[in-house]
Nanobody, 120 residues
């Protein structure tokens, strides 16, 4: 079993910052990729940022230069630093690690989500 605990969401004013965290625990052999996705009401879930085990990152265009994904491999934790947040519809942010639970078994796991709202 793999457990994911997300934290850091909340209400922030436009231009403000938030830092999301997602800690993975349980039967983890190694984590390959760690990513953040978001889903607004009535919209499909979209990729926000990913970071693989080699350190390569990928961001959706709308957050480039404002968001930064990082990971602490020793803690199996991924972070999303969100700066210069813009007014937008509320969205739930989800972390999604792709990990191996043993030498051959891998899967994608979703966190429970954390609400982010940018509003004055």
């Amino acid at each position: 079993q793999v457990q994911l605990v997300e934290s850091g969401g909340g209400l922030v004013q436009p231009g403000g910052s938030l830092r999301l965290s997602c800690a993975a625990s349980g039967s983890i052999f190694t984590i390959v990729d760690m990513g953040w996705y978001r889903q607004a009401p009535g919209k499909e879930r979209e990729l926000v940022a990913t970071k693989n085990s080699g350190g390569a990152t990928n961001y959706v265009d709308s957050v480039k230069g404002r968001f930064a994904i990082s990971r602490d491999n020793a803690k199996n934790t991924v972070y999303l630093q969100m700066n210069s947040l813009e007014p937008e519809n509320p969205a739930v942010y989800y972390c999604k690690p792709r990990l191996y639970t043993d030498y051959t078994t891998w899967g994608d796991y979703w966190g429970q989500g954390t609400q982010v709202t940018v509003s004055s």
